[in-house]
Structures are given as structure tokens and as C-alpha cells.
């Protein structure tokens, strides 16, 4: 009699442990589902919030991208214009006429002054290559591109090729303009209108009308 009540006991202990660690099991197997759902899963609103932040952070990115290219082309507009500045006091101090040389399709630009006729030999450059650093080839970066050279002694203005802007001995300069643009967009043009009798140029933010 007392074996059997104990057998009984032990049997419903077993009944016990074993539906305990079936509730554990099924508790542990939704922990999991769900965690798994947390991980793998994002909500309608999760996903719309990325999308919303995604295109504000683009939108921000564009007038950056403007701003960025029109310091570029600004600051080498700046430099060409100090550039010739110079040669032009150059040339008024030196008693030497003075030139810039623009080869357009290669964005690249250098001064040169004219040499004395009595040293000049027959099929020689009457133009030399002033010694640098002032000498210097200086380039556009790629970026930036010449648009037009144009000068009152020419007929059309230059779009390709070589083009030259003069200074004078006696303090004074080729009327024209010298035109520079970005190749990304937008587009954008900024151009050195200059002044013969002081040397200096004006920045416009467009390609002049030439006069006929």
C-alpha cells in the first residue's frame, strides 16, 4: 500500500516537471518569434520615417553641390583677373608689350612678352615665355572650362583654339572679355570684361553681346 502511494507521487511529480517545461519551452519559443520579428521586421511608419529623412538629406545635398561649384568657378575667375592685372603692370613698368595666351580646348593659360626686334631672327616667335613663377602655365580645373576670348581686334570671338589678349607699354590693354563656365549643372557663366585704360575687369555673370 505504502509502495504504490509513493509510486503514484512520483508519477504525478513527473506530470508536473514535464507540462513546467513544456509552458518554459512554448514561453522561450515566442521570446524568440518575436525577437526575431523585432529584428527582421520594420513597421510601415519605421520605413516611411527613413524615406522621409533620406530625401531631406538629399535635398540639402544639391544647393551644397551649387554652392560649391559656383565658389570654384568664382575663385578662378578671380585669379585670372589678378593674373592679368599683373601683366599689365607689366608691361606698363617694363616698356614691353605683354600677352596672354588662352588655348581654349586645353584649359590652360601663360603670359608672354614680345621680344626686342633686333634679336628677333628671321622664322624666329617674336613672343617669348615670361620666366616663371609668373611665366607658369596655369590650368583650369576640370570642372571649368574657357567659353569665349574675344578682343577688339578680332571679328568673331574664340571658341577654340588659341586665342591672346595684349598689354601695352604705354598703359593700356585689348578691350574684350574673357568668358569661363562650369561643365556640371546648373550652368553657370562668369566673364572678365576689361577695362583698356586701367587694367582692370569687371565681373559679369553672363557672356557679353559683342558690338558690330
Given at each position: 500500500m505504502t509502495s504504490a502511494t509513493g509510486q503514484k507521487k512520483r508519477n504525478q511529480r513527473l506530470l508536473v516537471s514535464k507540462a513546467s517545461l513544456e509552458v518554459r519551452q512554448g514561453n522561450h519559443a515566442n521570446l524568440n518569434r518575436k525577437a526575431a520579428h523585432h529584428v527582421s521586421g520594420f513597421s510601415l511608419v519605421e520605413i516611411t520615417i527613413v524615406i522621409v529623412l533620406i530625401a531631406l538629406l538629399a535635398t540639402m545635398a544639391v544647393p551644397t553641390l551649387s554652392s560649391l561649384v559656383g565658389a570654384?568657378?568664382?575663385?578662378?575667375?578671380?585669379?585670372?583677373?589678378?593674373?592679368?592685372?599683373?601683366?599689365?603692370?607689366?608691361?606698363?613698368?617694363?616698356?614691353?608689350?605683354?600677352?596672354?595666351?588662352?588655348?581654349?580646348?586645353?584649359?590652360?593659360?601663360?603670359?608672354e612678352e614680345k621680344r626686342q626686334p633686333e634679336v628677333v631672327k628671321k622664322g624666329e616667335p617674336t613672343f617669348k615665355r615670361v620666366p616663371d613663377p609668373f611665366g607658369a602655365r596655369r590650368k583650369l580645373p576640370e570642372t571649368l572650362r574657357f567659353i569665349e576670348v574675344y578682343t577688339d581686334t578680332m571679328e568673331e570671338p574664340v571658341r577654340k583654339g588659341v586665342a591672346f589678349i595684349n598689354f601695352f607699354p604705354g598703359g593700356y590693354m585689348d578691350e574684350g572679355h574673357v568668358s569661363l563656365g562650369n561643365l556640371r549643372e546648373p550652368p553657370r557663366v562668369m566673364s572678365l570684361v576689361t577695362e583698356p585704360l586701367t587694367g582692370e575687369s569687371v565681373i559679369e555673370d553672363d557672356v557679353p553681346q559683342v558690338k558690330k
Open positions: 570654384d568657378l568664382r575663385s578662378n575667375t578671380n585669379q585670372l583677373r589678378g593674373f592679368m592685372r599683373e601683366a599689365y603692370t607689366s608691361a606698363a613698368l617694363s616698356g614691353k608689350q605683354y600677352r596672354i595666351v588662352f588655348l581654349i580646348d586645353k584649359r590652360t593659360y601663360w603670359v
